[in-house]
């Protein structure tokens, strides 16, 4: 099982001003690609709160570690100060990093008409200023880059908070390579629609399904005059995790329709 925990640092979050799509996204496509999340947590932009939050993480020893906030250049950016507290490593000017957020301000100068003479103000140096020992990550459309450490045997990948920045550096980086530490797993889903039944009815036929069909997870959703069934696995491929699935959606079918449920949608 490769394990995945997801930190979303930012007071915007905390208060309710931006929803967190990041989380769902990042969620999503992590699932997708056959990994497991077991984690996703929010924080506040406190240096002290993302070193802790960070340690605490790395004790579970997932597999990867995702942040997303924090990376640019305002007093309240202070996720490179907490991965450097996590770390217990001394802050520095990446030179790679540097190049990169010089060369970025040079192309957003150039754009716009505006005069080329780039200045490396200090907004901008603390972009390129990261925990020794860190790889900078190529940020496609952005111009702070991003970073790839390893602390012990978990991956710590850190993105930027803003949405189109993030999902563009983890499907050219970070998407590859859980793709390949997932190896031959793979996730499937599908959704049965149900009436005429009571949740608190479906849920022995629920428990009897899971424990007919190892690995197959069953959750109900009660939704507007009727209830959804999402039924999901992680399994490698050579168990066929389709077609297990299908047997699962299958029996829990035939169930309902003999407690005199009626299902909506052919399983």
Same mark, same amino acid.
């Given at each position: 099982?490769?394990?995945?925990?997801?930190?979303?640092?930012?007071?915007?979050?905390?208060?309710?001003?931006?929803?967190?799509?990041?989380?769902?996204?990042?969620? *999503?496509?992590?699932?997708?690609?056959?990994?497991?999340?077991?984690?996703?947590?929010?924080?506040?932009?406190?240096?002290?709160?993302?070193?802790?939050?960070?340690?605490?993480?790395?004790?579970?020893?997932?597999?990867?570690?995702?942040?997303?906030?924090?990376?640019?250049?305002?007093?309240?950016?202070?996720?490179?100060?907490?991965?450097?507290?996590?770390?217990?490593?001394?802050?520095?000017?990446?030179?790679?990093?540097?190049?990169?957020?010089?060369?970025?301000?040079?192309?957003?100068?150039?754009?716009?008409?505006?005069? @080329?003479?780039?200045?490396?103000?200090?907004?901008?140096?603390?972009?390129? *200023?990261?925990?020794?020992?860190?790889?900078?990550?190529?940020?496609?459309?952005?111009?702070?880059?991003?970073?790839?450490?390893?602390?012990?045997?978990?991956?710590?990948?850190?993105?930027?908070?803003?949405?189109?920045?993030?999902?563009?550096?983890?499907?050219?980086?970070?998407?590859?390579?859980?793709?390949?530490?997932?190896?031959?797993?793979?996730?499937?889903?599908?959704?049965?629609?149900?009436?005429?039944?009571?949740?608190?009815?479906?849920?022995?036929?629920?428990?009897?399904?899971?424990?007919?069909?190892?690995?197959?997870?069953?959750?109900?959703?009660? @939704?507007?005059?009727?209830?959804?069934?999402? @039924?999901?696995?992680?399994?490698?491929?050579?168990?066929?995790?389709?077609?297990?699935?299908?047997?699962?959606?299958?029996?829990?079918?035939?169930?309902?329709?003999?407690?005199?449920?009626?299902?909506?949608?052919?399983?």
């Amino acid at each position: 099982m490769t394990d995945v925990e997801i930190i979303c640092i930012g007071n915007e979050l905390l208060i309710g001003k931006i929803m967190n799509t990041n989380a769902h996204w990042l969620a *999503t496509q992590t699932t997708q690609l056959g990994a497991n999340v077991t984690r996703i947590t929010v924080i506040q932009d406190i240096v002290e709160e993302i070193g802790r939050t960070i340690n605490e993480a790395k004790t579970r020893k997932p597999n990867f570690i995702i942040t997303t906030g924090g990376l640019g250049p305002t007093f309240d950016d202070k996720t490179m100060q907490g991965i450097g507290n996590a770390l217990g490593r001394k802050m520095e000017v990446n030179p790679v990093a540097f190049e990169f957020v010089k060369q970025r301000t040079f192309e957003y100068l150039k754009k716009r008409g505006m005069p @080329l003479k780039v200045e490396m103000t200090p907004p901008r140096v603390k972009m390129a *200023t990261f925990p020794e020992e860190a790889d900078p990550v190529t940020n496609p459309i952005g111009t702070a880059p991003a970073l790839r450490t390893v602390m012990d045997r978990t991956v710590l990948f850190v993105l930027p908070g803003v949405p189109t920045e993030m999902e563009c550096i983890f499907k050219d980086t970070i998407a590859p390579e859980i793709t390949m530490a997932v190896g031959k797993s793979v996730f499937c889903q599908r959704s049965l629609f149900v009436e005429d039944i009571f949740e608190s009815r479906l849920a022995p036929l629920i428990d009897t399904v899971m424990k007919d069909n190892k690995g197959v997870y069953i959750k109900s959703h009660p @939704l507007s005059g009727h209830i959804e069934l999402h @039924l999901t696995i992680r399994a490698s491929q050579e168990r066929n995790p389709a077609k297990m699935l299908r047997k699962a959606a299958k029996e829990i079918a035939k169930l309902i329709e003999q407690n005199d449920g009626k299902v909506l949608v052919e399983p």
